[in-house]
């Protein structure tokens, strides 16, 4: 497992703007998932460790993007246009090998979740 440390959550009103952060040494294909109470948690986004293939889930498709910085072992959310159903429980996850994933089972290591609300 790899050591993941997630940063940038906070209280934003709906329109507004939020970029996460989440540093992860080593060869991993990453993701983001979220989790508002009571309910499971679910894909976001996911690219690959050569940042060439990337994946949304419909519902932040054209708002959010994912990216990555391998020289300084950070990958990002930027988060757009955000909307009161955004609010979760942010988790970054890794996942050993160069493809992304989709589903919590493809991941091995998770961070320990920053929180983003937004106010409508």
Known sequence: QV???ESG???V???GSLRLSCAAS????????????????????SVSWSGGNSYYADSVKGRFTISRDNAK???YLQMRRLKPEDTAVYYCAARRGMTAGRTVHDYDSWGQGTQ?????
Not at 27 to 41: H, L, T
Not at 116 to 120: C, G, H, P, Y
Request: without cysteine; proline residues 3%.
């Open 3 to 5: 050591q993941l440390v």
């Open 116 to 120: 983003v609300t937004v106010s409508s």
């Open 9 to 11: 959550g906070g209280l």
């Open 26 to 45: 080593g060869r991993y294909a990453m993701g983001w998932f979220r989790q508002a109470p009571g309910k499971e948690r679910e894909f976001v986004t």
């Open 73 to 75: 072992n950070t990958v």
């Open 13 to 15: 009103q709906a329109g």
